[in-house]
């Protein structure tokens, strides 16, 4: 009996440790669940630092040093990324801002004292060896720049007049001998380590292929690798730690760069990004659905330079002309991916530009110049040929046909016959079918009254050679000719009918409606091509339009120029070199009457470089003579201008210097050195799932990865703002609370005002 009860007491025991247990697994799931519910709805999603991002892009990797890099190359987005500067661009602001330094400003803007933050590092240091970015380095960098011999004068051009001065270990004072607000953009410039270019002489740096191509800066991030794969060359880039602001989320940057579009699409899976799409021939982008494309401008502008040194565009009228008859509109329809710009003083509102397309205004401008439809100078010379003939004592036909042995028999009355008035040198004789009246023979051939074949000037003199009179006459011995020139004649009639109002409408005839043929006017028909202007001299007005080869629609929009400034009567040639060299010795020499070409106003849209007379070229005839910082593509020159943008480029205050540009852009519409078309558009690609990308106002492609910081690919959870775990319990009893509200369902579904359920 006492082992039965001892077997039903250990019996229910276990039924009871297994009633708890199931009671307590029960309660740990259900807190567990019940904490799991509670983290999801007080808790949000936040970037989260790691993952790789690969771009794409077309081009061709080159040495990656700061002084060197092209500007809208890939290079620079790579340069951009593993080296930065005293100072940074922010695409958000479109302001500089703080980078490796912090910065003050002295109050007469002569000054800029630079100060290294703390605990800047090279990339190559490490632990047993740091290198630490000092005011050495610093110095370095700008002082070489400086150096004669160093081998880009475009860049050595920013920093002329600019004394450079060690303070201590950190700091660096720039002097400048005049104040100049932009300034603040020339310290961007990635800083480079003085320790990596010991014993390299100034005029080799460029050369210096070891450290191109294994660069050691101080930026976001540092190379890892180069290497080639079978489609693409792969650049490589890590993270590196710095203790500034921003930190970057994205361990890894892989640049993969092709030969050509096509390679990169067919790897295109691979991708999260691509660098500038490609676009067919109605715009749309090509790029896979799951990419997200994002356009862009940058601060640039294609012109139409006038050479300001050509005798024919020293012509403001026909200058005024030839942009008020250029149709900008048909240019960006017809290439795409361009937006129209009328000034290259990019701040400036575009609706404020006075002067659009309106053909009917560029022939006034044209009719006003130098340069005139040749139908317009014969029709003016037979006119006067007219007005001598109608008026005075000689009545003559004013054509002729006569053979070469003929002679033309002039007659009329009035003027003496005493034999001392003549007419050509000839006696007059007494004509005997007019009393009163007098006769007289003219040779066609003989002395030097003789009439010559074409037109002639006939002369009534009297006995001390006096003109008493004058007529023209024009001698054709060619019976086609005649025609042609009767039937002038007849066309002549008909447009003083129409000036004096006696002819009108359809048989109106206006001197739009005639064109030289052969010498002579004649009807003008619909297939008849617009006529090439001439001066006064009779040269016709011929320019060549000088245009790059790269990129390829530079060659399309200086052919539909060509056929625009054709209908003005401009005879157009353009000329487009085979070889970027070859174009680049025309643009320094200044072998063009207009250049088509692309200019960068970069982050501070500053003009100066561009068109003060400072930057035209001085053509001399000697090569050596030719500078490469000359800017001024018009050769514009301008003591009104040259004040304007000096001031501007001085401390001026945003108001003041709204005030200034705009006077300057007046000056450029009373001057017209160049015709500004269009800037272009670009578009960048990137996959949907890489959040936080906004590419904000750019001036450099690169300008995009100012923002990298902001990029990420991975995400954590935490609470929200004010929740911790703390919160659980309150968070319960408002579940509670909510579970026993008569207006709550079982299921969660509200009991509307209607009674019904939804």
Known sequence: MQKLISFLLSSYVRFERRILAAFATLFIVSLSVLLARFYWSSSILVPSTGGTYIEGSVAEIKPLNPWFTVQNDVNGDIVSLIFSGLLRYNPDTNAI??????????????IYTVQLKNGIQWHDSTLDSPHPVTADDVMFTFETIKDPAFPNSLLRQNFRGVAIEKIDDRTVQFRLDQPYGFFTSNLTLGLVPKKSFQEVPVKLLNQTLDFGFAPVGAGPYRLRSISQTDLSTEVTLERFERPVTPSYRLDRLVFRIFSDYRSMLSDVRNLDGIRLIAHTVDDKPIAPDRFTTVDYTLPQYVAMFFNLDRGALKDRQLRLGLQ????????????????????????????????????????????????????????????????????????????????????????????????????????????????????????????????????????????????????????????????????????????????????????????SDMILDTGYLRARRAEDPVSIRINDRGEQLNIRL??????????????????????????????????????????????????????????????????HSSGVQKVTGKRADLRLDAYNLSQ???????????????????????????????????????????????????????????????????????????????QDSMFRPGVTWMSFFGWMLGLMKESSDPTVSGTGTVLTGSGTIE
């Open 97 to 110: 801002d703080e980078d490796l330094a912090t910065y003050t400003v002295s109050k007469d803007g002569k």
């Open 324 to 511: 008020l008859g250029t149709n900008k509109q048909a240019i960006v329809d017809a290439i795409g991916l361009a937006k129209i710009v009328d000034t290259p003083f990019l701040e400036l509102k575009q609706e404020a530009w006075e002067y659009t397309f309106d053909p009917k205004a560029a022939q006034g401008a044209l009719f006003e110049s130098s340069w005139y439809y040749p139908e317009k100078i014969r029709l003016q010379r037979i006119l006067e040929q007219r007005e001598a003939n109608v008026a005075g004592l000689l009545k003559v036909e004013p054509i002729v046909l006569l053979d070469t042995g003929a002679a033309l028999t002039v007659s009329g009355v009035g003027g003496g016959l005493s034999g001392k008035d003549r007419i050509n040198g000839l006696p007059l004789r007494s004509n005997p079918s007019q009393s009163g009246g007098w006769i007289v023979a003219l040779p066609t051939h003989g002395g030097t009254g003789a009439l010559k074949v074409g037109l002639n000037l006939i002369k009534l003199t009297n006995e001390e050679g006096r003109t008493l009179d004058s007529a023209y006459v024009l001698r054709t011995p060619n019976g086609a000719d005649f025609q042609r020139a009767a039937a002038e004649q007849r066309l002549i009639e008909s447009f003083l009918s129409t000036r004096s109002g006696e002819l009108t409408g359809t048989a109106a005839v206006g001197s």
């Open 546 to 611: 000088l245009t790059s080869p790269q990129p390829e629609n530079y060659a399309s929009v200086a052919k539909l120029i060509a056929g625009q400034w054709r209908r003005l009567g401009v005879n157009i040639t353009v000329d487009v070199p085979e070889t970027r060299a070859e174009f680049e010795e025309k643009l320094l020499k200044r072998d063009y009457d207009v250049l088509l070409f692309g200019q960068s106003l970069l982050d501070n849209l500053d003009s100066y470089p561009y068109w």
């Open 636 to 714: 514009y020159g301008s003591f009104e201008s040259d004040t304007l943008l000096e001031q501007i480029r001085g401390n001026a205050s945003v108001a003041q210097r709204q005030s200034l540009l705009q006077k300057l852009q007046g000056q450029f519409l009373t001057d017209v050195p160049a015709i500004f078309v269009y800037s272009p558009i670009y578009t960048f690609a990137h996959r949907d799932d890489i959040q936080g990308i906004e590419v904000g106002r750019l001036s450099l492609h690169s300008d995009r990865f100012r923002t990298l910081y902001r990029w990420y690919i991975k």
